[in-house]
């Protein structure tokens, strides 16, 4: 058993408060990404886990155990850093053994071991080489084999890839989506990317100064995000967001005037809300089109970004605000061409003046 338990985790630095009563329940074999912007303390949380940080208030239950005075070694963890720091005078073999020659392991455990990781992580070529003769994505890789030849509960993983180039990253991601596929281990992942939160995560945990905005799958934070910072954050290019008042109200509709004109009919809860109310529409930049809709607002194209197989017009509405729309295929469009963004209503999201989503009536269907 490796389920991981955080029961109002509070983290103190001095008089000052980090991390704020966190309640977490992370199942054995489950991937979990902690996500946030900078500073949101995530890197710290892990920290927590990992017994690198000592814990103000509250308990950390491993496997069912209380490991608050655990020490990391004791907890049954391994953890995988955002540098390497892999010894450079050793072999890429001796590397993966170190940890395990200092626990006094045979070294025909050892050698199992160290072979056996390489050979998961297609290491076993490079097992006579020194790291300054490896590629920044192997030597992550020998990161990672230093970390799996402990047969940890639990991996940790503090922005492993975030020193790697764009095709790496993507290569990297890959090869450790496959590792918990294969290993069936309980994995945390710290991140300040979403993509990879989106792409690895059985579960996000969206972190926000201290505080845990949203736990879920990545598709539920995606469709259902709780409130403003989570819609924000989850999704890339970020949600639009429209500053307007409610025209209307009924039982499964809210309607909105927008700029120049322009109006939103949300499939939302109108039970939630009252017409003059102030309220934030939100609307992905995947989901507008280039036409005439139910919801719809017209402006001016400030910026395009060609993406090859899609481009991103940056629109700026009658309010001086600006909308980004995602289309597929190439631009037609020029730079201070005026365009009419359309949107489906069921794809809408409406958040109140303290920044809570509305429900929408048929997430489900548009989920």
Known sequence: MAEVVLKKVVKRFGNVEIIHAVDLDIRDGEFVVFVGPSGCGKSTLLRLIAGLEDISDGDLMIGGKRVNSFSPKERGISMVFQSYALYPHMTVYENMAFGLE??????????????????????????????????????????????????????????????????????????????????????????????????????IVVLNAGNVEQVGHPLELYHNPRNLFVAGFIGSPRMNFIETTVDSATGDTVTMGLPGGGRAVAKVDGARVKSGQKVT?????EHIVLEPAESMVTGKIDVIEQLGEAYLLHVRLADRSLVTAKIPGDAPQKEGDEVTLGFDGALCHVFDEKGSAVPRIIAAQAA
């Not at 071991?113 to 490079?126: G, K, M, R, S, Y």
């Not at 529409?281 to 930049?285: A, E, F, K, S, V």
């Open 102 to 203: 200092l626990a006094k392991s045979s070294k025909e455990e050892i050698r199992k071991a160290v072979e056996q990781a390489a050979d998961i992580l297609e290491l076993t070529p490079l097992l006579d080489r020194l790291p300054k003769n490896l590629s920044g994505g192997q030597r992550q890789r020998v990161a990672i084999g230093r970390a799996i030849v402990r047969e940890p509960k639990v991996f940790l993983f503090d922005e492993p890839l975030s020193n790697l180039d764009a095709a790496l990253r993507v290569q990297m991601r890959i090869e450790i989506a496959k590792l918990h596929k294969d290993m069936g281990v309980t994995m945390i992942y710290v991140t300040h990317d979403q993509v990879e939160a989106m792409t690895l995560a059985d579960k």
């Open 281 to 285: 529409l939100g609307i992905r930049p």
